[in-house]
């Protein structure tokens, strides 16, 4: 596959989807101005973790830095250390900021800038992790085993200072030549038994190629498609706010002592159904018309784990594998815990879910294999802070604020909402642009993929590595082969490209 393939095409303008969605990055005057004015609510009582030598692993020129993390290689195994950014401290739960981020939900990107959740005032500057800058932090300390696997965890409000703004190719790129920063030199050993232990849990990872859109530097206004290669680093990196989230959701279900909880469990998670067998089933039949060999003891995740990630069959089975991966929702819990302690919500109880179903009686993530909540990005989801602030409670052993038990369902349905437009809006944007990219190619014959067949109504569907692209092919080109396609039509004013089959 040729990665950052660059096509000259006319200036995409991505004006017209911020319209279509209705974003704007203006915040009302009110919300500004409490962004501007924000102090932290909690100075008085923070403990001074500044002696910690954070840094942060982001995108290159991110601002709106949510976490920093220290992992520390123990004779027991490792110590870690994750801030993340305090935003319940500087945002008023009944001001204007808040009721504005509770319409937003989360910030959303597009290739020509983002649409914060909160003003950049306060995202990208006073609340942001940046380097040497003393800021106030909910942090996470999380002692593990040999196995990585958490023994002891706990969140407390301190005031942290980061050494180092990172990103995740330079961290590649020091890890290859063993000289990691210090502060994460146990990151690739961490982060590989990690991974061991999702798989030995269930955990189904998707490694697609990413598409994405990024400024064409040397065409003022012009974009490119480009696929982003995966790193190591990446899923190193992303092992630390799973293994977070997943003490994050222990706390809300069993307390801090992992026994079950003694009083009313109060829970924003993130759950997901178990895949059915008829999805998992056709699942192998698939693997076994490419030739993929999967033992019948041995799981999804394994079984996609272990396939070449530059086959075509592993692009065939990946795509397929995202039928298993569906129904993800926020789930509310508040209410009495089930009387023997297990993670199932009462059938009496207060559980409520955004996916529409009845109160879910598993509270698992089934692509993480654990009960799980998202607590390390407050400074662009708004369920974070939510989530935060109850594990917070929990571990200072206070009473979770009634603002939070208020804001629970509504956080969740916001989030639910934003969920959706945020899917629409990175697919419009590359569906523009590669519409825009191929307008003037019609008849253009490319190597392609076949990443599904043709299924009755639904066409088949190719990817194209050059420019990279995924589409809808006419005809039936057979799944998981590698063929040639000619592209029918590219029109921008409808965000829609065809290709067609045999050339």
């Given amino acids: 596959m040729e990665l950052h393939q660059r096509i000259i095409s006319a200036p995409v303008d991505f004006g017209a989807i911020r319209s279509e969605f209705g974003l704007t990055s203006a915040y009302p005057a009110e919300a500004t101005a409490a962004a501007r004015d924000a102090i932290d609510a909690f100075a008085g009582i923070r403990g001074d973790h500044t002696d910690i030598p954070f840094v942060t692993i982001d995108p290159p020129g991110a601002m709106d830095l949510d976490q920093a993390v220290h992992i520390e290689r123990t004779s027991s195994g490792f110590t870690v250390h994750y801030a993340i950014a305090d935003v319940g401290a500087v945002v008023d739960p009944l001001g204007p900021l808040a009721e504005e981020a509770g319409v937003r939900g989360q910030t959303f990107y597009l290739p020509d800038g983002a649409v914060p959740l909160h003003p950049p005032i306060l995202s990208e500057n006073s609340a942001s992790l940046l380097p040497e800058q003393t800021r106030p932090a909910a942090l996470w300390t999380i002692e593990c085993d040999e196995n990585a696997e958490p023994r002891r965890f706990s969140v407390v409000r301190a005031t942290v200072r980061s050494r180092a703004r990172l990103d995740y190719t330079s961290v590649q790129a020091d890890a290859d030549a063993n000289r990691l920063h210090p502060s994460i030199a146990a990151l690739p050993e961490f ?251 019609s008849g253009t014959v490319f190597d392609a993929v076949v990443v599904r067949e043709a299924n009755g109504s639904r066409p088949a569907e190719v990817f194209v590595a050059a420019p990279p692209v995924v589409g809808p092919c006419a005809g039936a080109p057979p799944e998981g082969a590698k063929v040639q396609v000619r592209l029918i039509a590219a029109d921008p004013a409808i965000r829609k490209i065809s290709f067609g089959y045999p050339i």
């Fill in 191 to 441: 982060g590989t038994r990690r991974i061991e232990a999702g798989l030995a849990r269930g955990a189904i990872g998707l490694r697609l190629p990413a598409q994405s859109v990024i400024r064409d530097d040397n065409v003022d206004g012009h974009w490119r498609l480009v696929v982003e290669p995966r790193t190591a680093a990446d899923d190193w990196n992303e092992q630390i706010s799973l293994l977070t989230g997943m003490c994050a959701a222990r706390i809300m279900l069993n307390g801090t002592d992992g026994a079950p909880a003694a009083g009313e469990r109060i829970a924003l998670l993130r759950t997901m159904p178990p895949p059915s067998e008829s999805a998992i089933d056709s699942m192998r039949r698939t693997a076994a018309a490419l030739g993929v060999d999967w033992s019948a003891d041995q799981s999804v995740g394994r079984m996609l784990a272990g396939l070449d990630p530059n086959a075509p069959k592993t692009m065939v089975l990946m795509s397929e594998a995202t039928g298993l991966l569906r129904g993800a929702a926020y789930t509310v819990l508040d209410g009495e815990p089930p009387e023997d302690g297990s993670q199932s919500a009462k059938p009496n109880g207060r559980a409520r879910s955004t996916n529409g179903a009845p109160s879910p009686n598993n509270l698992r993530h089934s692509a993480i294999g654990a009960p799980y909540a998202h607590v390390t990005a407050p400074l662009r989801r708004l369920a974070d802070r939510f989530a935060t602030e109850i594990c917070l409670a929990r571990c200072a052993g206070t009473e979770v604020p009634q603002w939070v038990r208020g804001g629970l369902t509504p956080t969740a349905e916001s989030m639910k909402r934003s969920d959706s437009i945020a899917g629409k809006v990175e697919r419009a944007c590359i569906d523009l642009t590669e519409a825009t990219l191929l307008a003037e190619r």
